[in-house]
């Protein structure tokens, strides 16, 4: 196998219009995709592929790739090749994965941040300081044995479901998040990718990170603390010396996942946008959908803008990041 595009159908209502769309298989943490090919393989691998969605298109009506960042095989020789069969691609920005430069020094960098940060930093470092023994024990990559490995999925596991993620369904007690990011620890801890951080008060684990580091890019993937410690930011705690300590150590950068969160970008100054492709079928539906999405949703928001009152000059300014709440 030189190639492999990973789709599922996800499920939906009988009558939805969603029923016969395609898209990557993902989870909730999940921060980029493309498909997998090898660089001296991606252009005959792109082929390939557009020939066989072409070939099966009675299967679907429209393909959704989303969480692709610029340059990535999907955007460009998939692309390309699906236009040349005739499908009709939309790619439209869907959100930025907000990244820290690595290279260079812990100091230089943390001196370039607000002042409210460094405030509230400092501020769970002294209520954990009150609170008792810290420690902050950092597994990396081609660090530890399989049993270690088990371990630290139970640990980051029992932390999870202590998190206020318990309400989303996502937390990692879940039996299909667990199973996942347990296959994905071990897998990554064969091929010298996983880094684990766990956070310890008294001896008893209150805060985690679950990351992915390839290509010298550290991918954060999952970070959760105990709700019962709330009160003293144990979350905040861990990101401020977890960075620290990655500053200086060859890596280039640390990314911090898709999503407009404010939080992200008071200690990220830089991030790459990620977009969604949108390939339509020629079948009816597709056709259909088409129509809809690239031609009459936008004219029909050219007339809505046409006959709506002009916005008011007084309009207060946004909030910067650090003042929004």
């Not at 405030?119 to 660090?143: F, H, T, V």
């Not at 347990?182 to 897998?187: F, G, I, P, S, Y």
């Not at 992200?264 to 009816?284: F, L, P």
Request: net charge positive; glycine share 4%; hydrophobic share 40%.
């Amino acid at each position: 196998m030189v190639g492999v595009m990973p789709l599922l159908r996800p499920s939906a209502p009988l009558r939805s219009a969603a029923r016969r769309q395609l898209e990557f298989l993902t989870v909730p943490d999940t921060q980029v995709c493309d498909v997998l090919a090898g660089e001296a393989d991606r252009l005959p691998v792109a082929s390939a592929l557009a020939d066989e969605l072409v070939r099966r298109q009675r299967d679907w009506d429209a393909i959704a790739l989303r969480y692709l960042p610029d340059e990535t095989i999907a955007l460009t020789d998939l692309r390309q090749a699906l236009s040349h069969r005739g499908l009709r691609c939309d790619v439209r920005p869907a959100t930025r994965n907000p990244w820290i430069a690595l290279d260079s020094s812990w100091e230089t960098y943390y001196s370039s941040r607000s002042r409210r940060l460094k405030k509230a930093i400092n501020l769970a470092s002294n209520r954990l300081s009150k609170a008792g023994d810290i420690e902050l024990r950092w597994l990396q990559p081609g660090q530890g044995d399989a049993a270690e490995v088990e371990r630290q999925v139970d640990q980051i596991t029992a932390i999870s479901a202590r998190s206020w993620k318990t309400r989303t369904g996502n937390s990692l007690d879940n039996a299909g998040p667990q199973a996942f990011v347990r296959r994905l620890a071990q897998h990554a801890h064969r091929t010298n990718c996983l880094s684990v951080w766990m956070l310890t008060l008294n001896k008893v684990p209150i805060a985690m990170e679950l990351q992915l580091i390839a290509d010298g890019c550290v991918f954060a993937l999952r970070s959760d603390f105990d709700a019962a410690y709330e009160s003293i930011s144990p979350g905040s705690y861990l990101s401020r010396q977890m960075l620290a300590r990655l500053f200086g150590t060859g890596l280039r950068r640390y990314l911090m996942g898709p999503g407009e969160n404010v939080y992200k970008y008071r200690w990220a100054d830089e991030s790459e946008a990620v977009s969604t492709m949108t390939i339509y079928g020629q079948s009816m539906r597709g056709r259909w959908l088409a129509a809809r999405e690239l031609a009459l949703k936008p004219a029909a928001r050219r007339v809505r803008d046409l006959f709506r009152p002009p916005r008011s000059k007084e309009t207060p300014e946004a909030s910067t990041p650090d003042e929004a709440t």
